[in-house]
């Protein structure tokens, strides 16, 4: 597989909650840190994703925000 993007995080699913349509996939990357991923309940299904998987994340952002009180 060849993919464009460049934040290509190596992770486990750690929990997969389904909604009505969207899922949101938690994958601990290490040291204690979690990303999580909405996407289609179909991709979850597609993907077989399930607690315990070796899975990568994969983040494309245009935008990234800073706020300070």
Known sequence: ?????RNFIKGKVVDVKKG?????????????????????????DDLELENGKD??????ASDVMIAVD
Do not use: P, Q
């Open 55 to 60: 899975v990568h994340a994969l983040i494309k």
């Open 20 to 44: 009505a349509t969207t899922a949101h996939v938690h994958v601990d990357i290490g040291h204690g840190v979690i990303i999580t991923a909405s996407i289609t309940n179909e991709a979850v």
């Open 1 to 5: 597989m060849k993919i464009s993007g």
